[in-house]
């Protein structure tokens, strides 16, 4: 089995240990996650495996042969070929297997079989060029083009993209272009940094499927924790220079590392405790000349002390923001919305209406034009057919990651959140940076030197300050660590205004909304769908859905002009079974419906509609009543075609 080793590894940058004497040990069967919070040393720690990086000492085993393949976070741009041939480098290894086996091929034409010395290196020539032959057929290069399509096509890209230059892909087209090229090169061993960060939820659930079935070993990041509990088996955390293995998914490890913080933080305060007494005898004693040594005594004592740190990653942080204006009843109503650029319909025809306080999760494909919803509902977008209209007293707010490319200057990350900030928040600003991932001094660092992300997440930091009572939000979860997108989510729970979102991370779509609206299109034909339950519900309503379509129709029964005694008496016995087949679903269609007017009548009453849980429970029991209605009215019909089927034997 193919494995790669460390002992005692460590490196540091200046005076700073990133780690120290770390051990690790993976394996074609390993499945974990590298934690830790953000400057931890997790992408070290990576690049020092993939033999990027030299550690200053340690020991660094790979068994020989054993190949590992490394994808970084971003900076990855490819030019000068089609994305098919781009694919198709992925196979250099088996290229060089090839040639040295043609190699192998002309050394023996030139053998002779005259003497046993030639007749022996014959044979280990003929072996070697077996094995070799061996390996290439068990990689899959002769079957590599439909290998290359169903890896581009899972990761989004189109049949058409396959012969597009790569130079035209955007950023985050291009790394899925990397990730591509690390699957395709199959290695013993996979190091995946932030896989996921460019991944819409139906490449995401792709690549969950294809690491389940993948035979190899990988470590990778993610912020996905859903996408980390769905693949990994262990998780190996980077705290304070050392490296801990936790057996178990994502959320075993953070139960696991909830247990130890608690430990931690009992000792933690119990240490701050005997330091601020100990400082207290300091100051006391210290200038008299009768306690110096003993002042000093518990000086020494306070520089020998191993200070406990809390991990940054596990820290509970708990921010509020303004709570939102008073609205309305109704926050949003849309009529016959369309859109299109040029000959490309992207919306048609969409109807919406929407009460104050829902949390509406808009789902669909790539391409059903879910950011170019949001956009027409930020009022971003004016170029569209339809009307929208807001209700009282709505006040909107726009998310996207477009919104970062506004942000420069020279005033400090600080300066810039406070600048607009409401006077009650003023004393909470550093709190929430450091919710958003901006501690220590990157608080000080200009606009100007912030990276994509970090200005990403400076915009929404930005956008929840302000009294805002419907947030729109476009991938809002982007560039967030797992911590953060907690801190996020709470807010957005608590948040009493209205929030209309689209995401591609599982836990925070399941968690967040109260509806789904799903756009779809199939060919030029674009629809449209609202769902009254979250995400997890509407996951469950199109599984069911897809069963149902998938059961075969009843068999057409065999038309039979004359009928026998015999024929006649079973005719009538299956009429009778199936009126009472039809009589027992027209019963169950009564009560679902008198279930439903009970539920609406609920709704109406004051203890109830001011209850945003109270509300959510029963718009989700009628949406499943209005499924189990349509479902009961199929079967209605079947039945009720049988019947008359039946009948008209006679």
């Given at each position: 089995?193919?494995?790669?080793?460390?002992?005692?590894?460590?490196?540091?940058?200046?005076?700073?240990?990133?780690?120290?004497?770390?051990?690790?040990?993976?394996?074609?069967?390993?499945?974990?996650?590298?934690?830790?919070?953000?400057?931890?040393?997790?992408?070290?720690?990576?690049?020092?495996?993939?033999?990027?990086?030299?550690?200053?000492?340690?020991?660094?085993?790979?068994?020989?042969?054993?190949?590992?393949?490394?994808?970084?976070?971003?900076?990855?741009?490819?030019?000068?070929?089609?994305?098919?041939e781009e694919a198709e480098t992925a196979y250099k290894n088996i290229l060089l297997l090839i040639a040295k086996m043609d190699e192998l091929g002309r050394e023996l034409e030139k053998t002779s079989e005259e003497s046993s010395e030639t007749e022996g290196r014959t044979r280990l020539l003929i072996e070697e060029h077996h094995k070799l032959q061996e390996e290439i057929e068990k990689s899959g290069y002769y079957n590599r083009e439909a290998v290359i399509y169903r890896v581009l096509t899972g990761?989004g890209f189109s049949p058409s993209d396959l012969n597009r230059q790569t130079g035209e892909f955007s950023g985050g087209w291009q790394m899925r272009i990397a990730l591509a090229k690390v699957l395709l090169e199959n290695p013993d061993i996979m190091l995946l940094d932030e896989p996921t960060n460019y991944l819409d939820i139906e490449a995401r659930t792709w690549l969950e499927s294809w690491l389940g079935n993948y035979t190899g070993g990988f470590l990778l990041v993610s912020h996905d924790r859903?996408?980390?509990?769905?693949?990994?088996?262990?998780?190996?955390?980077?705290?304070?220079?050392?490296?801990?293995?936790?057996?178990?998914?994502?959320?075993?490890?953070?139960?696991?590392?909830?247990?130890?913080?608690?430990?931690?933080?009992?000792?933690?305060?119990?240490?701050?405790?005997?330091?601020?007494?100990?400082?207290?005898?300091?100051?006391?004693?210290?200038?008299?000349?009768?306690?110096?040594?003993?002042?000093?005594?518990?000086?020494?004592?306070?520089?020998?002390?191993?200070?406990?740190?809390?991990?940054?990653?596990?820290?509970?942080?708990?921010?509020?923001?303004?709570?939102?204006?008073?609205?309305?009843?109704?926050?949003?109503?849309?009529?016959?919305?369309?859109?299109?650029?040029?000959?490309?319909?992207?919306?048609?025809?969409?109807?919406?209406?929407?009460?104050?306080?829902?949390?509406?999760?808009?789902?669909?494909?790539?391409?059903?034009?879910?950011?170019?919803?949001?956009?027409?509902?930020?009022?971003?977008?004016?170029?569209?057919?339809?009307?929208?209209?807001?209700?009282?007293?709505?006040?909107?707010?726009?998310?996207?990651?477009?919104?970062?490319?506004?942000?420069?200057?020279?005033?400090?990350?600080?300066?810039?959140?406070?600048?607009?900030?409401?006077?009650?928040?003023?004393?909470?600003?550093?709190?929430?940076?450091?919710?958003?991932?901006?501690?220590?001094?990157?608080?000080?660092?200009?606009?100007?030197?912030?990276?994509?992300?970090?200005?990403?997440?400076?915009?929404?930091?930005?956008?929840?300050?302000?009294?805002?009572?419907?947030?729109?939000?476009?991938?809002?979860?982007?560039?967030?660590?797992?911590?953060?997108?907690?801190?996020?989510?709470?807010?957005?729970?608590?948040?009493?205004?209205?929030?209309?979102?689209?995401?591609?991370?599982?836990?925070?779509?399941?968690?967040?909304?109260?509806?789904?609206?799903?756009?779809?299109?199939?060919?030029?034909?674009?629809?449209?769908?609202?769902?009254?339950?979250?995400?997890?519900?509407?996951?469950?309503?199109?599984?069911?859905?897809?069963?149902?379509?998938?059961?075969?129709?009843?068999?057409?029964?065999?038309?039979?002009?004359?009928?026998?005694?015999?024929?006649?008496?079973?005719?009538?016995?299956?009429?009778?079974?199936?009126?009472?087949?039809?009589?027992?679903?027209?019963?169950?269609?009564?009560?679902?419906?008198?279930?439903?007017?009970?539920?609406?009548?609920?709704?109406?009453?004051?203890?109830?509609?001011?209850?945003?849980?109270?509300?959510?429970?029963?718009?989700?029991?009628?949406?499943?009543?209005?499924?189990?209605?349509?479902?009961?009215?199929?079967?209605?019909?079947?039945?009720?075609?049988?019947?008359?089927?039946?009948?008209?034997?006679?």
């Amino acid at each position: 089995m193919a494995f790669v080793q460390f002992s005692k590894v460590s490196i540091a940058f200046g005076d700073r240990d990133i780690l120290n004497e770390v051990s690790l040990n993976l394996s074609a069967g390993t499945k974990a996650a590298l934690a830790g919070a953000n400057g931890a040393g997790k992408t070290t720690l990576m690049k020092i495996i993939a033999g990027e990086i030299k550690p200053d000492s340690g020991d660094r085993a790979i068994q020989k042969g054993c190949r590992i393949s490394y994808l970084p976070q971003s900076g990855i741009v490819h030019r000068g070929s089609t994305l098919r041939e781009e694919a198709e480098t992925a196979y250099k290894n088996i290229l060089l297997l090839i040639a040295k086996m043609d190699e192998l091929g002309r050394e023996l034409e030139k053998t002779s079989e005259e003497s046993s010395e030639t007749e022996g290196r014959t044979r280990l020539l003929i072996e070697e060029h077996h094995k070799l032959q061996e390996e290439i057929e068990k990689s899959g290069y002769y079957n590599r083009e439909a290998v290359i399509y169903r890896v581009l096509t899972g990761l989004g890209f189109s049949p058409s993209d396959l012969n597009r230059q790569t130079g035209e892909f955007s950023g985050g087209w291009q790394m899925r272009i990397a990730l591509a090229k690390v699957l395709l090169e199959n290695p013993d061993i996979m190091l995946l940094d932030e896989p996921t960060n460019y991944l819409d939820i139906e490449a995401r659930t792709w690549l969950e499927s294809w690491l389940g079935n993948y035979t190899g070993g990988f470590l990778l990041v993610s912020h996905d924790r859903f996408f980390l509990d769905t693949t990994v088996r262990e998780v190996y955390e980077v705290f304070r220079a050392d490296l801990k293995r936790y057996v178990g998914n994502y959320t075993s490890y953070e139960k696991t590392r909830e247990m130890e913080l608690e430990g931690i933080i009992k000792r933690y305060k119990a240490q701050q405790e005997e330091i601020e007494k100990t400082e207290a005898l300091i100051n006391r004693f210290r200038y008299k000349k009768s306690k110096a040594a003993f002042a000093q005594d518990l000086i020494k004592r306070l520089d020998r002390m191993e200070r406990i740190e809390i991990p940054e990653n596990l820290k509970r942080i708990n921010i509020t923001f303004p709570p939102p204006p008073h609205s309305g009843r109704v926050a949003l109503n849309l009529e016959g919305i369309g859109r299109s650029y040029g000959q490309r319909q992207v919306i048609s025809g969409l109807d919406l209406d929407l009460d104050s306080g829902e949390k509406l999760l808009v789902a669909g494909p790539n391409g059903a034009g879910k950011s170019t919803l949001l956009r027409i509902i930020a009022g971003e977008d004016r170029d569209y057919n339809g009307s929208i209209k807001y209700g009282s007293g709505i006040s909107v707010g726009y998310f996207s990651q477009d919104a970062a490319e506004n942000l420069t200057g020279n005033i400090t990350v600080e300066q810039y959140i406070e600048a607009d900030a409401p006077t009650h928040l003023i004393p909470k600003v550093r709190a929430m940076l450091g919710a958003f991932l901006f501690r220590g001094d990157d608080i000080y660092k200009p606009l100007t030197v912030l990276s994509g992300g970090e200005k990403s997440r400076l915009a929404m930091l930005k956008m929840l300050t302000k009294p805002i009572n419907l947030l729109v939000l476009d991938e809002p979860m982007n560039h967030l660590d797992i911590q953060s997108k907690d801190i996020l989510l709470d807010c957005l729970l608590n948040f009493k205004g209205t929030v209309i979102f689209v995401s591609h991370d599982r836990d925070f779509m399941e968690a967040l909304s109260t509806k789904t609206l799903e756009l779809s299109y199939e060919s030029d034909k674009r629809d449209h769908r609202l769902f009254y339950g979250n995400y997890a519900y509407y996951l469950d309503r199109i599984a069911r859905e897809a069963n149902i379509e998938g059961e075969q129709p009843l068999p057409p029964p065999i038309p039979l002009t004359f009928l026998s005694r015999e024929q006649e008496k079973s005719r009538q016995a299956a009429v009778k079974r199936l009126e009472r087949r039809e009589a027992e679903i027209l019963k169950s269609m009564q009560d679902l419906e008198a279930e439903k007017q009970r539920l609406e009548g609920e709704l109406a009453l004051p203890e109830v509609y001011s209850s945003g849980v109270k509300t959510r429970a029963i718009k989700i029991e009628l949406g499943k009543i209005a499924f189990d209605l349509e479902a009961k009215s199929k079967e209605w019909e079947a039945a009720a075609d049988e019947l008359q089927s039946v009948n008209g034997q006679s």
